[in-house]
């Protein structure tokens, strides 16, 4: 089984990443010691194509309240550049309302080929990505007690 969270928009477009379910998780003391093995997709018609990819819940939870301050104020922009190749994006509101931006790098190979994609999201589809974000930090959670100066 595994968690699942997208970014979806019209015509089909969506960017989803599979995470593991967790079994028996515990945070390490180092948030950079957790990794997630996670299977990214990438559906933007008529190109479609999937990939594995490791990202550490720190990035996801980063990503996760990058999107809610956006989201609150339907606006801004929200950068997911994680520490491995492989997934890079940017979500930037429009100044239409509630409209968004998604444009992406999908290179499952460092010296290989590269999808670059864009398709356009709103509010709606945004609110349901921050929720399964959300279930999936909620199952990993990040120890911060290494460097948080705590």
């Known amino acids: 089984m595994s968690l699942t969270w997208s970014i979806r928009g019209d015509s089909g477009n969506?960017?989803?990443v599979r995470v593991?379910?967790?079994?028996?998780?515990?945070?390490?003391?180092?948030?950079?010691?957790?990794?997630l093995s996670c299977t990214v997709g990438v559906h933007v018609p008529p190109f479609t194509g999937q990939f594995p990819m490791e990202l550490m819940p720190l990035e996801l939870g980063e990503l996760l309240e990058q999107l809610q301050k956006c989201l609150?104020?339907?606006a801004g922009r929200v950068e997911f550049e994680p520490m491995e190749p492989g997934l890079s994006f940017s979500l930037a509101f429009t100044e239409r309302q509630g409209q968004a931006i998604v444009r992406g790098r999908?290179?499952?190979?460092v010296d290989g080929g590269?999808?670059?994609?864009?398709f356009a999201t709103d509010q709606s589809?945004?609110?349901a990505t921050a929720d399964s974000l959300a279930e999936v930090v909620r199952c990993y959670p990040v120890s911060r007690r290494a460097g948080a100066g705590e």
């Open 125 to 127: 589809f945004l609110a």
């Open 14 to 16: 969506c960017l989803e």
């Open 72 to 74: 609150k104020k339907l």
């Open 20 to 35: 593991p379910e967790p079994v028996n998780y515990t945070p390490a003391d180092d948030p950079y010691d957790n990794w």
């Open 114 to 118: 590269h999808l670059s994609f864009e």
């Open 106 to 109: 999908a290179a499952p190979n």
